[in-house]
């Protein structure tokens, strides 16, 4: 973020003079994180990924829609931030570069591995009281799943071993399940697209901040959709129960009891199908940052890629191992 992004930024969205230069806030896995402090007060600044093709109308409606998604469940007394907005827009763009503006919010996510129970369970009333809700939008009349062919991947893993990445002999070793997978990810859709509510999408720890006396506030709605709920709870519980690490599978049990006890379903006959929805996400990830990995030109971007594809693909994994278990657990 240059000078020139600061000023048009300020100008546009009324946020002031800036009293210091901005503060990148680091922890993000695809955008860049800004605080500016101005004469009017603090604000987060949210610097799109080149990624991004902000010259894709679709692109730019489903930020806006995203935004909107939040400020409904804001109204809703659900505790989250969205961004400013300025005649009904949130997104601004400078010379190719998509921004998003929040006011600055005084609290921390807790680190990406933390297993904390009382807040895991503060999550899952969360997300019950939001699938009871219910929320609306006629922009969203149906759930969109991102797929990727098993070709796709193969081919995926084939540049990684022709470019000698340090995860080609992982995903090589792992191909059969992860392209088992891939196909069971793909069968489930048709179950998970039977019952779907608008809803925050990616509810992982980094998503929502705790202020000191523990309440949280969520965050980045980007991910908002139309999605299953079975699956949305499964995803956050798998989550904040310490999936990426070490899974204690009692917490796992409780926050699908806190559901279901504020007034959350479980519909048990997708439960199969919903862990195959969470599967198939990552594997949308890893196939993601597999690309980010190969990107040999943006060194920052490629050591990203290379950590997410080594930290998901065990995850994937392990979970695999453990679903009958969980599954079992989930039909309780």
């Given at each position: 973020m240059n000078q020139n992004h600061i000023k048009r930024l300020c100008q546009h969205f009324n946020l002031g003079d800036p009293i210091q230069e901005p503060q990148r806030v680091h922890g993000g896995l695809l955008h860049i994180m800004w605080r500016l402090n101005t004469d009017k007060g603090s604000f987060a600044i949210k610097q799109l990924s080149k990624d991004i093709n902000l010259t894709d109308h679709r692109v730019i409606r489903n930020y806006e829609l995203s935004e909107n998604?939040?400020?409904?469940?804001?109204?809703?007394?659900?505790?989250?931030?969205?961004?400013?907005?300025?005649?009904?827009?949130?997104?601004?763009?400078?010379?190719?570069?998509?921004?998003?503006?929040?006011?600055?919010?005084?609290?921390?996510?807790?680190?990406?591995?933390?297993?904390?129970?009382?807040?895991?369970?503060?999550?899952?009333?969360?997300?019950?009281?939001?699938?009871?809700?219910?929320?609306?939008?006629?922009?969203?009349?149906?759930?969109?799943?991102?797929?990727?062919?098993?070709?796709?991947?193969?081919?995926?893993?084939?540049?990684?071993?022709?470019?000698?990445?340090?995860?080609?002999?992982?995903?090589?070793?792992?191909?059969?399940?992860?392209?088992?997978?891939?196909?069971?990810?793909?069968?489930?859709?048709?179950?998970?697209?039977?019952?779907?509510?608008?809803?925050?999408?990616?509810?992982?720890?980094?998503?929502?901040?705790?202020?000191?006396?523990?309440?949280?506030?969520?965050?980045?709605?980007?991910?908002?959709?139309k999605l299953n709920p079975t699956y949305e709870i499964v995803n956050a519980a798998l989550d904040w129960s310490g999936i990426t690490t070490q899974l204690d599978k009692n917490l796992f049990g409780k926050m699908l009891i806190a559901y279901k006890e504020t007034g959350g379903i479980i519909d048990i006959n997708i439960v199969e199908a919903a862990f195959f929805g969470v599967l198939g996400n990552w594997i949308n990830w890893m196939v993601y940052n597999i690309q980010r990995a190969a990107n040999q030109h943006n060194p920052e971007q490629q050591k990203i890629g290379m950590e997410q594809v080594m930290q998901v693909l065990p995850t994937i994994i392990r979970l695999k191992s453990l679903m009958p278990e969980l599954i079992n657990v989930s039909k309780a």
């Open positions: 998604i939040a400020s409904a469940f804001v109204a809703l007394g659900i505790p989250a931030v969205n961004a400013i907005e300025k005649s009904d827009k949130h997104l601004f763009i400078i010379n190719e570069t998509g921004f998003l503006v929040y006011p600055w919010v005084n609290a921390k996510a807790l680190d990406k591995d933390a297993v904390s129970a009382s807040q895991a369970l503060e999550i899952a009333r969360i997300l019950s009281k939001m699938h009871q809700i219910d929320v609306q939008f006629k922009e969203i009349d149906e759930a969109e799943f991102d797929i990727h062919k098993n070709d796709k991947i193969i081919a995926l893993i084939d540049l990684a071993q022709k470019k000698n990445l340090a995860i080609a002999s992982s995903l090589m070793e792992s191909s059969v399940t992860i392209l088992e997978i891939n196909t069971n990810y793909h069968d489930a859709i048709l179950m998970l697209n039977d019952h779907t509510v608008i809803s925050h999408g990616d509810l992982d720890q980094k998503n929502v901040l705790w202020h000191c006396s523990k309440n949280p506030v969520l965050i980045d709605w980007e991910s908002a959709r």
